[in-house]
């Protein structure tokens, strides 16, 4: 386990953080990553506590504005930031004006209006969020924008690895499944790029197309699971998204299965960490006994997602009050 940062060594780290918003791991250096990563793993022990709340975000409005559906970022967010005291306006796409035709910049202008300080978009929209980050006086959270960035689930994923490895010394990640419309395997792309570890693929040639690959030329290519696994410490399964069509890139879930499912025995033979961001696709990417088995970290990463979303929600506070202190 960890050591666990107390809260109040992180003034010093915080002043370092300059981030308006969170659009993309590709727009956060180095030191911005480890800096939320550290701050995430001090919340980690506010979670342990019977009392689960601390005031920081205390009279701040944040606003989850969903266009997609979701289950756990959205609870996520709402969990983190009612922890820190804030004030949580749920919106979802079924329930807004948008039914109404209602445009994304009056509803963002609208909130605006409200009082909002920090909102989290998700919406099938590529540059979604950075066209919120541009109408919006607050500060912006990427909860997901079409294919393109969902940077907190890699940043999540990376504080739950934090907490399984105890450091963050460079290791290589191999992504299984339908890397293609996953916005969680572009933000992982970026992540390792930018901490400097190894990052693979391991999907039907479909699934990694080259246009993709000239995209992200750091990322390597296998089609083959024993030899992308080699010498891997963390493999991550992702969901085949039936809703964006995947199943026209392969021939059938039986095909998919024999090749790329990722089984008990190759976890335990391999000794490899096992991730997965969730919705799980049980007997499809992965076997159902590897979701909880001994090598899966999967409810850790949802518990290190709470923390996570704490710790940026408070640093981007943070940023808010000394824009509004200096101006
Ligand atoms: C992912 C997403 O929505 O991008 N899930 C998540 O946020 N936990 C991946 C998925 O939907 O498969």
Partial sequence: MVEKLPLESLDREELKFSQKHILGIRYLSKNDIEIIIRTGAAFLSVLERRIKTTPALKGRIVVNLFYEPSTRTRTSFETAAKALSASVINISIESSSVQK????????????????????IRHSSPGAANFVAEHFSGSVINAGDGATEHPTQALLDLLAIYMKFGNLNPKKIVIVGDVLNSRVARSHFWLSLKMGWEI?????????PPEMSAAFPWVR??????????????????????????????????????FWQIRKNLLSRKK????????????????????????????????????????????????????????
């Fill in 101 to 120: 035709g209602e445009s994304l910049l009056d509803t963002i202008k609208t909130l605006e209006a409200l009082g909002a300080d920090i909102i989290i």
């Fill in 200 to 208: 693979g693929v391991v999907c039907p040639p479909t699934f990694f």
């Fill in 221 to 258: 290519h296998y089609t083959d699971l024993e030899e992308a696994t080699e010498d891997a410490d963390i493999l991550m399964a992702l969901r085949i998204q039936k809703e964006r069509k995947s199943g026209l890139y392969y021939p059938s879930d039986l095909e998919y299965s024999t």
């Fill in 272 to 327: 490899l960490v096992l991730m997965h961001p969730g919705p799980v696709n049980r007997g499809v990417e992965l076997c159902s006994e590897a979701v909880y088995s001994e090598s899966s970290i999967i409810l850790d990463q949802v518990k290190a997602g709470v923390a996570l979303r704490m710790g940026i929600l408070y640093l981007l506070s943070g940023v808010l009050s000394r824009g509004s202190d200096s101006s």
